[in-house]
């Protein structure tokens, strides 16, 4: 193969994979394995949060009390979108399906909740329709509700900034109700997440006796 022909192959290789990263957008760059160099940089902390006594709706409709939604003795996973949102947003959903799919039978252990930080434009049927999207299952719901309740919530768990376009990359992890909450700063691939949902579900796992 000569010099010329070379280059119109590595052309239309590159044609291809441009033509790929469109269609599969920010879903393919995540699963793509990163050198050391080109990690992204992600902070780990532990802290406790009060949370409000505030009211939500959840994507179905209902009505709900968070302190109630946050109290089952599943294991709880926590962050921010808002539907219309085209970059950060869909990177944290896209996790959140994976490591729900992946995650198979331990699945129903845990519950994942994204709180909407743009209620004045996401109701319900824009949540469910925005789920669909992600093929969300049974265990992960999404909220929304009156404005000054998400950012209560935001402020509680220090994530508010102002502005939704200025919102942060956080998720946060609650092995159990009464624990400390693992705060995430950046992004987190869905093999790190599930390993750190492992590592609180064997810890959390009734001894035999």
Same mark, same amino acid.
């Given at each position: 193969?000569?010099? !010329? ?12 994979? #441009? ?6 957008? #920010?879903?393919?760059?995540?699963? #793509? ?16 949060? #009060? ?7 959840? !994507? ?12 089952? =003795? ?73 404005? =000054? ?17 200025? !919102? ?23 093999? !790190?997440?599930?390993? =750190? ?13």
């Amino acid at each position: 193969m000569n010099q !010329h022909s070379l280059k119109l192959l590595s052309l239309r290789h590159l044609f291809i994979s #441009t033509l790929l990263l469109s269609a599969f957008g #920010t879903a393919l760059a995540i699963e #793509t394995p990163a050198t050391t160099e080109q990690a992204p940089k992600i902070e780990r902390s532990e802290a406790t949060y #009060t949370l409000p006594d505030i009211n939500l709706i959840r !994507h179905d409709g209902q009505k709900v009390s968070l302190l109630k939604e946050f109290a089952d =003795e599943r294991m709880l996973l926590v962050n921010f979108i808002y539907t219309s949102c085209s970059a950060i947003c869909p990177m944290m959903s896209y996790v959140f399906a994976k490591t729900q799919k992946k995650l198979g039978a331990d699945a129903a252990k845990v519950h994942f909740a994204s709180i909407s930080i743009d209620p004045e434009n996401d109701n319900p049927k824009t949540l469910t329709d925005y789920a669909q999207k992600f093929n969300g299952a049974p265990g992960w719901d999404f909220y929304t509700g009156a404005l =000054e309740a998400s950012i209560a919530l935001q402020k509680a768990f220090n994530t508010f900034r102002g502005d939704k376009m200025n !919102h942060a990359l956080v998720l946060f992890i609650r092995a159990k109700p009464g624990n400390a909450w693992v705060r995430y700063e950046g992004f987190v691939s869905t093999d !790190h997440l599930i390993r =750190e949902i492992r590592e609180h579900l064997a810890s959390n796992a009734p001894t035999s006796q």
